[in-house]
């Protein structure tokens, strides 16, 4: 009886120290409940820095506030700069080697925002009595880097940095990447090239999901041309239907053919058209001039082109380029895309980790993670590297909504959740 009694003991004791983080992982949570202010007070330090992607100085001014806090970690950090005429930041690289035999892991942030330095969004704010924070890039990625930060923190207290293997890069313009990308993302793509994994910090949609595959993105130019003619002759043979009326044509069979085409969107972000058109790419802006009398001359569209695989890209570019190719009479379209981003295609190995990753917010008694739809997110950086490493998963900063909006807000109590998850993870797998 005594022997029986004595093994229900160690049952019971054993599934409650399976429920548990071990006791090194203890104490990574405990200290990152104890840093939980110290994180916040630099989240609002860097939201209060306009790093909008054409605001290089703020840029590169958040990116010099993370610096020495990754070299007191025994980071070796640099800056990669762009050339001078991308007129965009760098990437700020940290470096840290540990024992050769461990694994090495790429973490990836970025340091812009989508908010210039004009926007009216511009400071860091507590709402709904302190539980929530709103900020230009308080998610995106802002809360990502102090997520990362302070997940390295808590694993250099307790020992476990020092024989890891990690790399961070801190991307300067994720928002609206230079291109070309072969260019702007080609120290990213070099150390994922030395990485075993790629784990990505931008923001999670819900406490349950993290991503494991994203879709791919292009851009397209739509340029129509018309007869610059009086408004009265419109529609006559010698006029014909002007270039807004053919932009329209063009638009409307791209919504009909393609709106349906699960995993597929066609956007037209911008347009502009009349006598003159004319847009300037880098800032998003475009001029038009004419009169209510003039038939258009000129119409220009950009839009993006979002898709779930190559072959997918390739048969709407197509599609795109035979509609474009039947204008209306004494009218002219031209249709030009380029590649952005690739596909972050979902893989056995992503969902491997993921399932690693689950099981650590299940011992830290959280939810079962799952993964996100690809249709419910746009591009991140970690899509350039995917291919490179042997798995990645995004999504591991904290979570909140309205990103990208004068809205955004994070939920201040997601930061210790996704910390502790980060630190975590990365103790067990990167020895």
Known sequence: MKKWFSLLIWLLLSKEALAKPALDEQ?????????????IDLLKKLVNINSGTDNVEGVVEVGNLIKPELEALGFDTRWHDLPAEMKHAGSLVAVHNGAKSAKRLLLIGHLDTVFPKASAFQTFTYVNDGKRAKGPGVIDDKGGIVTLLYALQALKQNGSLDTMNITVVLIGDEELAA?????????????AKKSDIALGFEFALSPNQLITERRGLSEWFLTSTGVDKHSATLFEPETGFGAIYESARVLDE?????????????NPGLIVGGSTAVEDVASGQGKASGRKTTVARVASVHGDLRFSNEDQKNAAQAQLREIASRPL??????????????????????RKLLQAYSQVSVDLEGPVLVS????????????????YVTASLDGLGAWGEAAHSENESIDLDSLPVVTKRAAIFMSRYGK
């Open 372 to 387: 996100a739809s690809s249709a419910e997110r746009g591009g991140a950086d970690i899509s350039y590297v995917n291919k």
């Open 179 to 191: 291109k070309p990308t072969s260019v702007s993302r080609a120290v990213l793509i070099s150390e």
């Open 329 to 350: 009479p004494q009218t002219s379209s031209t249709l030009n895309m380029n590649d952005i981003m690739p596909v972050m295609a979902d893989r056995e190995s992503n």
């Open 27 to 39: 104490s990574i949570v405990s200290y990152v409940d104890s840093h939980h202010a110290a994180q």
């Open 254 to 266: 791209m919504r009909s053919k393609l709106s349906n085409e699960q995993g597929l969107t066609l």
